[in-house]
């Protein structure tokens, strides 16, 4: 046996494996560093969600008009019938709406001509006459336009019981409903002022005996309405 054939055959076959090694190391990192780029193509990246914030601020409110504070009943001495003559010492006035005496008071003139009483520290107290003697009576826009002009009494119907050149004599249940409607709508806007019925046709004793008990019946039959039908 020939040693140095040997070594060179020994040699020979450690420079293939070590060449065969390498060879498969290499493959190996190359499929390795392509799979990683691949994976790094394809991945989609997760949408990151939105923060709601919580904080959401509160809608601001209609501020409501600024009315004078109201005056107890037991407080009025009386009231000024015509607003250009006021009596010293009491700061009230009576305006009448636009259904008495087909006057122009109503709407944004209204509005206006009791705020410019309210700065001058008097009250208004308005009167809203009856333009009908039946439903026409419930119109609701001129109830609301009363209401909306913020005075601090009103008085509801004038009369009503009355039957005369400028009377219509509403039935009693015809106005117990619109009575009924014109204090809700005036304390829709302002809860805390008195609402008054109203006036009686004017009677005395002796020869007007009869008109009063008549005047009575008349009240009897509108609460009579008031409690079983309004």
């Known amino acids: 046996m020939n040693p140095l054939k040997n070594i060179k055959t020994g040699s020979l076959i450690v420079c293939v494996l070590v060449l065969l090694g390498s060879f498969l190391l290499a493959a190996f990192s190359y499929r390795m560093v392509t799979a990683q780029q691949g994976s790094a193509i394809i991945s989609t990246p997760t949408p990151s969600t939105p923060t709601i914030p919580t904080n959401t601020p509160a ?3 209609t501020p409501k008009a600024a009315y004078p504070p109201v005056v107890p009943p037991s407080a009025v001495l009386g009231i000024a019938a015509d607003p250009g003559y006021p009596f010293e010492g009491i700061p009230w006035v009576r305006l009448g709406y636009a259904t008495c005496f087909d006057n122009a008071m109503k709407g944004e003139l209204l509005k206006t001509t009791i705020a410019q009483y309210h700065s001058q520290d008097v009250r208004v107290m308005l009167s809203l006459c009856q333009w009908a003697n039946d439903a026409r009576l419930f119109d609701k826009n001129i109830i609301n336009d009363v209401a909306q002009g913020g005075a601090d009494a009103v008085q509801c119907g004038n009369e009503e019981m009355k039957i005369g050149k400028y009377n219509l004599g509403v039935p009693p249940a015809i106005f117990a409903k619109f009575y009924d409607l014109c204090q809700q709508a005036a304390h829709a806007v302002r809860p805390e002022i008195p609402i008054i019925i109203g006036a009686n046709d004017p009677q005395v004793g002796g020869v007007d005996y009869q008109p009063l008990v008549a005047q009575a019946r008349y009240l009897d039959e509108m ?8």
Do not use: I, K, L, P
């Open 223 to 230: 609460q009579n309405a008031m409690n079983t039908s309004v």
């Open 59 to 61: 809608v601001a409110g």
